[in-house]
């Protein structure tokens, strides 16, 4: 068993710090909801770090405070696209910039380690320290490993997921056709730990990542959990066919869409692990029309991609 | 549960297969040259592959849009992937790594996109590192687990420690792991604003290194538990038997002085190897060549050894310093030295590092190789070992 003893997520809702955010979302997209930075990064290192790294410092700095322990044995972030604001920045420099040295900062910050990187040097965590990317299952790579590690050691494991937006994706995104939903940002990160305590919010009991995959392996999944119908389904709705899909797997459970409130970036699905939790854990009983009448399990079917399928299963936990 | 090294591929600089990187290090024959290239506009020191995209779409019937780094990537990996077959009862799984992902080609979407041409959105289109691991898993037929590490220079030795760990864990049975990077204008840039390219060729572990030298290429091992070898029947090479990641958590760039992350990632691969300090025969060194690195890592190597430090060499002034494939190209050369029971050389070192007066091993020489250390550190303090032992 996986325990999840924490949550913290920055994103276009108000999450932050926000037990009941699920009956706070909001239909219209707003701006990126920004708490303040100071608590949890120096502020001369404010100035210095682009958006995602102050909300993955300040994500991360949370879920380890709110699960109430000294620090993480290790660190494992996902991300799809990286750290854009800053390599975009050295590559505009590159191209624009004849002759000369350019300034090296935005190459620092532009790797995609420099997530759990940072986080490594807020936390002085010399613990293990891993990047999954793997576009839009970066996220559901990065719980994997986190299990497998809990499944080597006992320990607390900080996981989360941080992807960026920046101006210059939406012609790329345009030509793609993936701009039915507006391009956003969102962080999230989490404590995992193999051990239950008082902190303990929910029980994550599987997740699955699969490219290539065949139509009925959210039926494989669950038989495999020996589960046949969760309470509620939370499905990326990006795809209006695959969302259908999702529905008439399951006639008569509620299915509810989460990339319409948090928008399409390529881990959002760590915004429906927290949203998700949120449901469970203040017995929401409804949202956007969809009537949610029991708050036990919860699967999170993400497809925002054709081809690649995220699947998790979260519990209730109740002492 | 035993990790079994089966098989392998590489391409570099130094050549596109196996036996011809193994010829270069037998006879000392360096890929970086002084060059220019088109992504950049100055005459650099750097270690290109011999052939370009063209020559690879041709060799492996490519013909959808891919980046430099999928092609090299796939170069290599089907090399390694050599005669295996896809096997109901084998589950296989793809580790990919690379720190830009199609970064060479979004290099030349976005110089369109600047200059207010009409951009060829197909360049972009394999601009996210996982499209590398997707299409390099393609090409081999692999499906269900594919995954992508980016970890700047650790990148590709983290891949194979998370495969070592998922076939320990008995979550698959084989696994393709390793790393691709291609030359970018992007990296090279990058060094240099970091004042780190050297501007000669570099020259690791030596008093007067000034420091690195990029390259490029792509390497993969082929990883098996017990059960995948007796339905593959495929012959082991060696045991990938110890790894271990640690952050340094002391600079976003820079490594500390006592070299920390490096001594508790060295020393946690030896504790779960159970391999004893003696039997390590060779380290294959990060030894980028720049002054931080290779006092940082020797002091490590220090913290580790002591006074009974094996001989050990960085080869990087063969290939160039290759960032996320760096740690699977030294993976193969570390497979190389047990196979041939052989040590391989450093090139251009001429004077003792004073602070630490350590002296790296500069010819290709016969060797009881018992086991072989590799590390490879990346920026963001991302220390990373592993430890390979002959069977």
């Not at chain 1, 795809?239 to 509620?254: H, I, K, M, Q, Y």
């Amino acid at each position: 068993m996986y325990y999840i003893q924490s949550a913290a997520t920055i994103c276009h809702q108000p999450t932050f710090r926000n037990n009941g955010f699920s009956k706070q979302l909001t239909a219209e997209i707003s701006a990126l909801i920004k708490p303040d930075y100071k608590p949890f990064i120096n502020p001369s290192l404010i100035r210095r770090m682009s958006e995602i790294l102050r909300m993955s410092v300040t994500c991360g700095s949370a879920a380890v405070q709110d699960a109430c322990i000294n620090n993480a044995d290790a660190i494992i972030a996902g991300t799809g696209l990286g750290c854009l604001m800053d390599t975009e920045k050295f590559l505009n420099n590159c191209i624009t910039i004849q002759g000369g040295m350019l300034p090296p900062t935005s190459f620092i910050q532009s790797t995609h380690n420099t997530i759990a990187g940072q986080l490594s040097l807020a936390l002085s965590n010399h613990g293990y320290n891993m990047t999954h990317t793997q576009n839009s299952l970066s996220f559901e790579y990065a719980l994997k490993d986190a299990m497998l590690m809990l499944d080597e050691n006992s320990g607390n494991i900080l996981v989360g997921a941080a992807d960026e937006y920046i101006e210059p994706l939406n012609p790329v995104a345009k030509y793609f056709e993936l701009n039915q939903l507006p391009l956003t940002s969102g962080v999230g990160f989490f404590i995992l730990s193999d051990k239950a305590s008082t902190q303990t919010k929910a029980i994550l009991a599987d997740v699955s990542a699969d490219y290539d995959s065949s139509q009925d392996n959210v039926l494989n999944f669950l038989n495999r959990n020996n589960i046949s119908v969760p309470d509620m389904i939370l499905a990326d709705g990006f795809n209006a066919d695959r969302f259908e899909n999702v529905r008439n797997l399951f006639n008569g459970t509620p299915v509810i869409s989460y990339s319409q409130y948090c928008g399409m970036y390529a881990t959002n699905s760590a915004f429906a692990l927290h949203l998700a939790m949120d449901l469970m854990n203040e017995k929401t009983s409804e949202l956007s029309g969809v009537q949610i009448r029991k708050h036990q399990s919860a699967l999170i079917v993400n497809q925002l991609l054709p081809g690649r399928t995220g699947l998790l299963l979260i519990k209730n936990y109740e002492a | 549960m035993n990790v079994y090294v089966t098989g392998m591929g590489i391409i570099s600089a130094i050549g596109n297969n196996v036996a011809e990187n193994l010829s270069s290090l037998q006879r000392k024959k360096s890929g970086i040259r002084k060059t220019t290239l088109a992504c950049h506009t100055q005459e650099i020191f750097a270690a290109p592959v011999a052939l370009t995209d063209d020559d690879l779409k041709t060799q492996y019937q490519i013909r959808q849009p891919h980046s430099r780094t999928s092609l090299l990537g796939i170069a290599a990996a089907t090399e390694a992937w050599g005669k295996n077959t896809h096997l109901p009862n084998v589950r296989t799984g793809f580790i990919g790594s690379t720190s830009v992902g199609g970064m060479d080609k979004t290099e030349s979407y976005y110089r369109q996109v600047l200059a207010g041409q009409p951009a060829d959105f197909s360049l972009v289109q394999t601009h996210d590192s996982g499209n590398t691991s997707e299409k390099i898993a393609k090409h081999l037929g692999i499906t269900g687990y594919v995954n992508t590490i980016s970890t700047a220079c650790s990148s590709a030795a983290n891949a194979l420690m998370l495969a070592a760990r998922m076939l320990q864990q008995g979550h698959a049975d084989r696994m393709v792991s390793g790393g691709a990077d291609p030359l970018t204008g992007f990296t090279i840039n990058g060094f240099q604003s970091l004042m780190i390219y050297d501007q000669e060729w570099c020259k690791p572990f030596d008093e007067n290194r000034n420091g690195l030298n990029l390259g490029e290429g792509a390497a993969y091992l082929v990883l098996e538990n017990e059960k995948s070898l007796a339905e593959t029947g495929n012959k082991p090479l060696c045991l990938l038997k110890g790894w271990n990641n640690a952050a340094d958590a002391y600079h976003q760039t820079a490594s500390s002085p006592e070299g920390k992350g490096a001594t508790l990632a060295m020393q946690r691969a030896i504790d779960i190897s159970g391999v004893a300090l003696k039997d390590i025969s060779y380290i294959n060194a990060h030894g980028t060549g720049t002054k931080n690195n290779d006092l940082s890592e020797s002091v490590a190597l220090k913290n580790i050894f002591g006074n009974n430090l094996p001989p050990f060499s960085s080869t990087k002034a063969f290939t160039g310093h290759t960032l996320a494939a760096a740690g699977a190209i030294e993976a193969v050369f570390s497979v190389l030295s047990i196979i041939h029971q052989a040590i391989l050389p450093g090139l251009n070192y001429q004077t003792i590092m004073s602070e630490t007066g350590l002296t790296p091993v500069t010819e290709y020489q016969s060797y009881p190789v018992n086991a072989v250390l590799s590390n490879s550190f990346g920026f963001g303090g991302n220390n990373s070992s592993l430890l390979f032992k002959k069977l």
